[in-house]
């Protein structure tokens, strides 16, 4: 509920500070590279863990390793798959849809 009045609150001009600092476009960067590792971390998680041989026993130190290293291969095919696809298809869409919806002075 807490995350449905601040955004409610955001689009209708009535987020003060909070829509400030979540409209700053530095974020902007960061939340396509964050949706794209969101898209790749099933396919790093699926070759990673069906490739084991042999039983995998866990502690907790084991645990972290696991995840800090699956977060960082994801991160990074994340980072490759941005710029090769993404990237791109953003400028045709500006080149394509540049125009649209803005007004000329």
């Given at each position: 509920?807490?995350v449905?009045?601040?955004?409610?609150?955001?689009?209708t001009?009535n987020g003060?500070?909070?829509?400030t600092?979540?409209?700053w476009?530095?974020?902007?960067?960061?939340?396509r590279?964050?949706y794209?590792?969101?898209?790749?971390h099933?396919?790093?998680?699926?070759?990673?863990?069906?490739?084991?041989?042999?039983?995998?026993?866990?502690?907790?130190l084991?645990?972290v390793?696991?995840?800090?290293?699956?977060?960082?291969?994801?991160?990074?095919?994340a980072?490759?798959?941005?710029?090769?696809?993404?990237?791109?298809?953003m400028?045709l869409?500006?080149?394509?849809?540049?125009?649209?919806?803005?007004?000329?002075k």
């Open positions: 509920a807490a449905c009045w601040v955004i409610f609150a955001c689009s001009g003060g500070f909070i829509n600092l979540l409209s476009k530095a974020f902007l960067p960061l939340s590279l964050t794209c590792a969101y898209l790749v099933p396919l790093v998680m699926y070759v990673y863990y069906f490739n084991w041989n042999f039983p995998l026993y866990m502690t907790d084991d645990l390793y696991l995840f800090l290293g699956n977060l960082m291969v994801s991160y990074g095919i980072f490759i798959v941005s710029i090769a696809f993404e990237s791109p298809f400028g869409e500006k080149i394509m849809f540049g125009g649209l919806g803005k007004k000329k």
